[in-house]
């Protein structure tokens, strides 16, 4: 198997005095995407978040080795990238300087070309669509990891708002990504997507209700008990 670029165990958040993630563990191994999925509210958004260290959490935690939780903003941001379900913005950008921010104006501006933003390069975020703003930040989590070899995406609904054609172009970049030696986790209401992935992780409720291959976790028993349907 190849190494583990992420690995929790027992993995736990609590918000508002709720528990959101209760015990979770899984693995994420360079040139794997793994698909988290499960019913709203079913804990998603909290464990990408949890794994991105950007939430305090309970449980082991290693990406590429360290734990993020304790290692240094920059030294995450070498290892991994986070893209929200809903990405937002303090201050109304230009396109092009979300490139300035990560640092790597060029990657972006390729990035921008491959999920078809190459002409809103000079457009404030404010005057972009809904799936024109998912797409940019997509762009912006890709060229802050130009060597996918041994770093980490973590993407919440990538596909969220996108229109089919930028959902087959994204969906594209992640196996690329992946395939480049890197590893994915994506959060997703997608099954036909969760099933394409290399892992699939289950959750109600917060807890792991299923893992590993999606023949394996996709099953009509874990569908119906999971979903109802």
């Not at 690329?176 to 994915?184: E, I, K, L, T, W």
């Not at 969760?194 to 992780?201: F, G, L, Q």
Request: glycine share 10%; charged share 20%.
């Amino acid at each position: 198997m190849s190494e583990a670029r992420l690995e929790a165990v027992g993995l736990a958040v609590e918000l508002g005095g709720r528990r959101v993630v209760d015990g979770v563990s899984l693995r994420a191994c360079a040139g794997q995407v793994v698909a988290v999925v499960g019913p709203n509210g079913a804990g998603k958004t909290s464990l990408l978040r949890a794994l991105a260290g950007l939430v305090d959490s309970t449980g082991e935690l290693h990406v590429a080795g360290e734990d993020p939780r304790r290692a240094s903003a920059q030294a995450n941001a070498r290892r991994r990238a986070y893209c929200a379900q809903k990405p937002a913005c303090a201050w109304d950008y230009r396109v092009s300087d979300l490139g300035e921010i990560v640092g790597a104006p060029e990657a972006f501006t390729e990035w921008l070309d491959r999920l078809g933003l190459s002409e809103l390069g000079e457009r404030r975020l404010t005057r972009l669509s809904g799936g024109e703003q998912k797409a940019a930040h997509l762009a912006m989590a890709f060229a802050s990891l130009a060597d996918p070899f041994g770093n980490f995406l973590l993407l919440d609904e990538p596909a969220d708002s996108l229109d089919v054609g930028r959902q087959a172009l994204a969906a594209e970049a992640i196996r690329r990504f992946a395939q480049a030696g890197g590893a994915v986790v994506v959060a997703t209401h997608d099954l036909s997507f969760a099933r394409s992935c290399d892992v699939v992780v289950v959750l109600a409720e917060g807890r792991l209700v299923a893992i590993g291959a999606p023949a394996d976790a996709l099953t009509p028993a874990v569908i119906a008990s999971t979903w109802g349907a």
